[in-house]
Antibody, heavy 120, light 106 residues
Framework: QVQLQESGPGLVKPSETLSLTCTVS????????WSWIRQPPGKGLEWIGY???????NYNPSLKSRVTMSVDTSKNQVSLKLTSVTAADTAVYYC??????????????WGQGTTVTVSS | SYELTQPPSVSVSPGQTASITCSGD??????ACWYQQKPGQSPVLLIY???KRPSGIPERFSGSNSGNTATLTISVTQAMDEADYYC?????????FGGGTKLTVL
């Protein structure tokens, strides 16, 4: 059974860097695309980006200048860093498993999400 | 940037059929996916590749995609189907979500 667990600080100060980790169990992260998605309170889903096997990644153009994703295959983890955060970055952050872009496979496994609040 | 448009809300009576639309430029040339999200829960993939259901998703959930519109159809709608529904597509290797539709069963 594939499971994803997001972890990281629940509170980040404005202008600092948000760092989250998604720990994957039940499958090797090397075989899939891994996306981060966020959802501000009371709002819809916003895709942040994906990473595949360390070498391939793509980010939402609106966040691209502030986002970095990485993988640690030895720990089976995917990480997200978002720099220069503001209150607008307050959201529930999800990681999800996906398939090749354009293949239409959807994101079929999601973590439970972790709430991040940006506040001083 | 590519946009997907959904109606903010749809209402349906129990046992009836609900249809939720998702519009985007030439969306029919791309694959559409649909997700269900209940309050306080993570999204669940309902439909992928326009009309395929993952294992465990009831047959009463179906999808179609043609022209500029993808449609999620829920037949024999149940109270437990009350939730937010999001469409999703890929555009130039980026993921795009629709704004979401709140389905009310009343």
């Amino acid at each position: 059974q594939v499971q994803l667990q997001e972890s990281g600080p629940g509170l980040v100060k404005p202008s600092e860097t948000l760092s989250l980790t998604c720990t994957v169990s039940g499958v090797s992260i090397s075989s899939y695309y891994w996306s981060w998605i966020r959802q501000p309170p009371g709002k819809g889903l916003e895709w942040i980006g994906y990473i595949y096997n360390s070498g391939s990644s793509n980010y939402n153009p609106s966040l691209k200048s502030r986002v970095t994703m990485s993988v640690d295959t030895s720990k089976n983890q995917v990480s997200l860093k978002l720099t220069s955060v503001t209150a607008a970055d307050t959201a529930v952050y999800y990681c999800a498993r996906g398939y090749s872009p354009g293949g239409g496979g959807g994101m079929d496994v999601w973590g439970q999400g972790t709430t991040v609040t940006v506040s001083s | 940037s590519y946009e997907l448009t959904q109606p903010p809300s749809v209402s349906v009576s129990p046992g009836q059929t609900a249809s939720i639309t998702c519009s985007g430029d030439k969306l029919g040339d791309k694959y559409a996916c649909w997700y269900q999200q209940k309050p306080g829960q993570s999204p669940v993939l309902l439909i992928y590749q326009d009309n395929k259901r993952p294992s465990g998703i009831p047959e009463r959930f179906s999808g179609s995609n043609s022209g500029n519109t993808a449609t999620l159809t829920i037949s024999v709608t149940q109270a437990m189907d009350e939730a937010d529904y999001y469409c999703q597509a890929w555009d130039r290797s980026t993921v795009v979500f629709g704004g979401g539709t709140k389905l009310t069963v009343l």
